[in-house]
């Protein structure tokens, strides 16, 4: 079955569902993780779970989408108020702030629940206070980095029988009797802390510097209770500081992850205001975008990319609409749109002039008088997985997709590291989580071989095993499994931060063979066949149209489908090659169409607005998954199709 592509952040909350259970997701808004997890079979059945009518109608259309009425429910309430107590065997809350999921876990049945995947958006301490409180321990903890922010993953269970006699949680026993310490642990996780990784470190980085801005600003204030809040802050940052410049993984790693995120936030500096809300920028929206459909995957000579405007230009609305037309512009800007992204380029060739006596130029000038940033993602997202034509596919109902015109393929990376016995199994999870080990429809393809691997600490080293000064043997395996290029900075910060050595000893080299392929168009099966007549229909309907066009033999029995977001002439020939006998695109000429219905192929030709526009959808929902309130998006209700039937 089908499954929406999730974003790093709640693809790392499905890894920590229980397989096979019910799966409870609060807040669930479009639904995706409820439908991804029930589609790939990691539970067998779901509630999905909103506060507001908006988004649980936004849930019921995804889950309506992919078929899956029967097992996800969708429930209207207030936090877990919806929830029977061991209803579910898993319970996500993820995208709020931290306060929030606090008050709604406070008063309730905590160990009813075997297990709670929580991401809040701020205030992480907040919420380790009511589980420790609640008698639960944490089983997992991490910082993720995607499009240039930084989530916190907090996952905890009750204690099962037998594990203690005491419900206190034994991951803050080391701290508990140091009030500082403890409240550390709180704030950073005492989990994360046992284990620094590069998001760690950003992360601690990104805190320490919101205490300092707010310890200024109690300092200046004549308030008792502003200098007492004062010290106790001065006294938490001296703490965090101290553990950071003693931590060499976190202040290496966090240097590099600060400098990721430096330049996903378009080389601009982090901007953190005292609230803890992010500001984000036009280059994070476009971070976003292209790291599901990055440009280098655009066709020759087309024109993606920001189209007006500039990468440091703050955003809190952001619109999209299919094509860069006036209305479209208009409609943004009656928005109040700070961005405006379009599938078509607004540039696609070169401009000679620009006349604002026209409709076109004059929409422009408004556009640049208002500051408005215009952004394109054209043919990349026709390519990207998830893009036009897998959501044309979707639509169809069809099955098994695969590329109809392959136009390259992912480059390959080895990773091989040397790691000590005990820690093997740790850092194999640790690189397949991000991504490595992928070998066609196996992943956590790894090998291992065992050997000998020495060395000497010299002064100033703090050695994992072994003493300053003396040779050491230790029994160690090679590792080593296959990246994808676009990933490798990825798996390389996720191997350092599970392996247990001070200095790891890996190397990274790309291979001769090729990776997924990727292309324009997609052919897929039908679940049963059908006429052509009928399929039209089916077509018709789907994409909302008063009516298509087609060419072959109404009875032809339909059961492999080829479709291409666009003009389909040039890809004919490769879908008669994949075994289609139809092609669904649009633009198709009358030679074009008579001579694929004499070979053999039959066309629907439906309009080139009417197959496209539906990936807008696809698009808003990524935004919102990534961005979450920080952002508002829309979808312009402006008539983009040019043609009309009577």
């Not at 009813?112 to 701020?122: D, K």
């Not at 098994?400 to 136009?407: A, M, N, Q, R, S």
């Not at 390389?492 to 168009?521: C, R, T, W």
């Given at each position: ?207 320490m510097q919101r205490w ?141 002039q620009l006349d604002t ?89 790894t090998f291992r071989a ?197």
């Amino acid at each position: 079955m089908n499954a929406p592509a999730l974003p790093l952040r709640l693809r790392r909350v499905s890894e920590w569902v229980r397989r096979g259970g019910v799966l409870a997701d609060i807040g669930s808004d479009h639904a995706l993780l409820p439908v991804h997890a029930v589609a790939t079979g990691l539970v067998r059945r779901a509630i999905a779970t909103d506060l507001r009518q908006g988004p649980l109608a936004a849930a019921r259309r995804t889950v309506e989408r992919f078929g899956l009425v029967d097992a996800i429910e969708l429930r209207l309430g207030d936090g877990l108020s919806v929830l029977s107590p061991g209803e579910a065997d898993t319970v996500v809350i993820a995208g709020m702030g931290g306060e929030t999921m606090a008050q709604m876990l406070s008063g309730y049945p905590l160990a009813s629940i075997r297990r709670w995947v929580l991401q809040p958006m701020n205030a992480p301490a907040a919420l380790r206070r009511v589980l420790d409180a609640g008698g639960m321990w944490l089983r997992h903890e991490e910082v993720l980095m995607e499009h240039g922010r930084l989530y916190v993953l907090i996952v905890a269970e009750p204690p099962t029988v037998g594990r203690a006699e005491s419900h206190s949680d034994p991951a803050y026993t080391a701290v508990r009797s140091d009030p500082l310490q403890l409240r550390m642990a709180y704030e950073f996780g005492p989990l994360c802390l046992r284990r620094p990784s590069p998001e760690l470190g950003a992360y601690m980085y990104d805190v320490m510097q919101r205490w300092e801005r707010a310890m200024t600003a109690a300092r200046e204030s004549r308030q008792p209770a502003a200098q007492s809040k004062a010290m106790e802050l001065a006294r938490l940052h001296a703490a965090a500081q101290t553990w950071y410049r003693h931590s060499t993984r976190a202040r290496r790693t966090g240097e590099q992850a600060r400098m990721t995120l430096t330049k996903l936030r378009g080389q601009a500096a982090m901007s953190t205001h005292a609230s803890t809300e992010t500001t984000i920028l036009v280059g994070d929206v476009v971070a976003a975008i292209e790291a599901w459909a990055p440009i280098h995957l655009a066709l020759e000579g087309d024109n993606p990319g920001l189209q007006l405007g500039r990468v440091d230009k703050p955003v809190r609305t952001v619109c999209l609409g299919l094509d860069p037309y006036p209305a479209t512009v208009d409609a943004a800007l009656k928005a109040g749109a700070d961005l405006l992204i379009t599938h078509h380029p607004l540039f696609f060739r070169p401009l000679r002039q620009l006349d604002t006596a026209s409709a076109r130029g004059a929409a422009l000038a408004r556009a640049v008088a208002a500051d408005l940033a215009i952004y394109s993602a054209h043919t990349n997202l026709d390519v990207a997985e998830g893009g036009v034509n897998d959501v044309i596919c979707a639509r169809l109902g069809l099955q098994d997709p695969e590329v109809l015109d392959v136009t390259g393929r992912e480059a390959l990376y080895k990773l091989v590291v040397f790691v000590p016995e005990e820690a093997l199994d740790t850092v194999r999870d640790a690189v397949c989580a991000a991504g490595a080990g992928h070998i066609g429809r196996y992943s956590h393809c790894t090998f291992r071989a065992a050997g000998e691997g020495t060395f000497l600490p010299e002064e100033g080293a703090q050695p994992y095993l072994g003493q300053v000064g003396r040779l050491e043997r230790a029994r160690e395996y090679r590792l080593e499994t296959i990246v994808p290029a676009g990933i490798r900075h990825e798996v390389v910060d996720a191997m350092l931060a599970a392996h247990p050595y001070e200095e790891v000893a890996y190397d990274l080299y790309p291979l001769a063979l090729s990776g997924k392929a990727h292309g324009i168009g997609r052919v897929g099966n039908l679940p049963e066949p059908v006429r052509l007549a009928d399929f039209a229909h089916l077509v018709k309907q789907r994409f909302g149209l008063a009516g298509v066009r087609y060419a072959g033999d109404p009875q032809l029995r339909i059961e492999r489908v080829a479709v291409l977001g666009g003009s389909g002439r040039r890809w004919v020939r490769s879908a008669i090659r994949l075994g289609a006998q139809v092609l669904v695109t649009s633009d198709m000429d009358h030679h074009s169409m008579a001579e694929a219905w004499q070979d053999g192929l039959a066309v629907i030709d439906a309009t080139h607005a009417a197959l496209e526009r539906p990936v807008l959808e696809a698009v808003a929902q990524r935004l919102r998954e990534t961005f979450g309130e920080a952002i508002t998006v829309h979808i312009v209700d402006v008539p983009e199709d040019p043609f009309h039937w009577v």
